[in-house]
């Protein structure tokens, strides 16, 4: 990958597993192994913690994430922390061109994580996609059975044969079904290859033994409903 790399730290084996640590990176270049991705990368990164009864407690921050990745800057930062079953990001970021990922709370026992993504150009993810994805969203609750809310658009997204003119999307999902979930899906001209999908419309709501589904397709050759 060219540049230089530097590691910093001590690890101890027993009488448990532990490690304080430091990595820093200069002048990586991902195109020396895969030519589609170029750049000049930075990246200064500690981690501490340690296994004890078999359960994993980290800390690893991302104290500088940046350079340029197919000619785009590239960034990004934030924390992120285990003890156990218990994951906590905090105010970690991507972003790439314009295009910018973030996250920040917890999942556990009581998660409460929120989420947005917004995408003004494909082409800053990836070579051959384009298109506009722009959302945001939380998850709540216990783990296994959380609470997930989002939304989700997208506009004139196109990635190898896949093109979708516009979807709208919003997601109200209880997993212990104490209270009623709701999913709705908008989207037109839905293509996939020679294929297209003029329209469709999916709308559910209740829970598990009392729910309601409704399914609209226009296609070329015929029209769905249930």
């Known amino acids: ?49 340690g296994i004890k009864d078999e359960k994993l407690d980290l800390t690893a921050v991302i104290d500088r994430l940046n350079g340029t990745l197919r000619e785009r800057p590239l960034d990004g930062q934030g924390r992120v922390l285990i003890q156990g079953d218990e994951i906590r990001l905090e105010k970690v ?5 314009a ?19 917004d995408v003004a150009d494909l082409a800053d993810l990836a070579a051959d996609a384009s298109g506009k994805i722009s959302g945001s969203g939380s998850v709540r609750g216990a783990m296994l059975e959380p609470s997930v809310e989002g939304k989700l658009t997208v506009d004139a997204l196109s990635f190898q044969d896949l093109a979708v003119k ?56 015929a029209s769905l409903g249930l």
């Open 99 to 117: 295009a910018v990922v973030r996250a920040d709370g917890n999942l556990g026992e009581s998660s409460d994580l929120g989420w947005s993504l």
């Open 1 to 49: 990958l060219g540049g230089t790399l530097g590691a910093d730290g001590k690890v101890t084996w027993a009488p448990a597993v532990s490690w304080d640590a430091a990595l820093t990176a200069k002048g990586i270049d991902p195109g020396v192994h895969y030519p589609e991705w170029p750049g000049n990368l930075e990246l200064a990164l500690s981690s501490k913690g």
């Open 93 to 97: 970021t991507l972003s790439s061109g």
């Open 166 to 221: 516009s979807m709208a999307a919003d997601i109200a999902l209880d997993l212990s079904d104490k209270t009623a979930s709701r999913v709705e899906l908008r989207s037109e001209n839905i293509g996939f290859g020679a294929e297209e999908i003029t329209s469709l419309a999916l709308q559910a709501d209740g829970r598990k033994k009392d729910h309601r589904l409704e399914v609209q397709m226009e296609h070329a050759l």
